[in-house]
């Protein structure tokens, strides 16, 4: 298992007053949440956030261990680390393929207009027709295929 690199502690206003502290580990704020005292030891250490704050995971008999806490398949820290890890690795290769492709778009747009220029000069009376299209051509010559 992929061991998360940090952690810190963090403790929320709720936590303050009832003695609980929740731990945070992969130094971001995806990482593992999980109580580390204040917590029903037959449950779940897991925190599920519950739309003002943290609570325990209500889930019975965990079955995995990671630092003298126990945890169920959802919330095992190292298991979260590595979903996380995937989630970003899939978003990092969305993000390079709409790149790719906006790039791409954008050399199309260029090329057009230098198209749309030297047929311009062209209808103006430019006496190297051929001329501009090679030179528009060698320009972008990795679109268009080549002579044999």
Request: a positive charge; aromatic letters at 8%.
């Amino acid at each position: 298992m992929i061991e998360p690199a940090d952690h810190e502690y963090a403790e929320s206003e709720y936590g303050k007053k009832s003695g609980r502290r929740i731990r945070t580990e992969g130094g971001t704020s995806k990482g593992a949440k999980y109580f580390i005292s204040g917590h029903d030891p037959d449950l779940c250490a897991g925190a599920v956030y519950g739309g003002w704050r943290h609570h325990q995971c209500q889930r019975n008999n965990p079955k995995y261990e990671h630092r003298g806490v126990l945890f169920c398949g959802t919330h095992y820290p190292p298991k979260v680390h590595e979903r996380n890890l995937a989630r970003q690795a899939k978003s990092d290769r969305e993000y390079a393929e709409r790149r790719r492709r906006r790039e791409a778009s954008e050399r199309r747009e260029r090329l057009r207009d230098k198209a749309v220029e030297a047929l311009r000069d062209i209808a103006r009376g430019n006496n190297d027709p051929r001329g501009l299209a090679e030179m528009i051509l060698t320009e972008y010559d990795d679109e268009w295929p080549k002579e044999q």
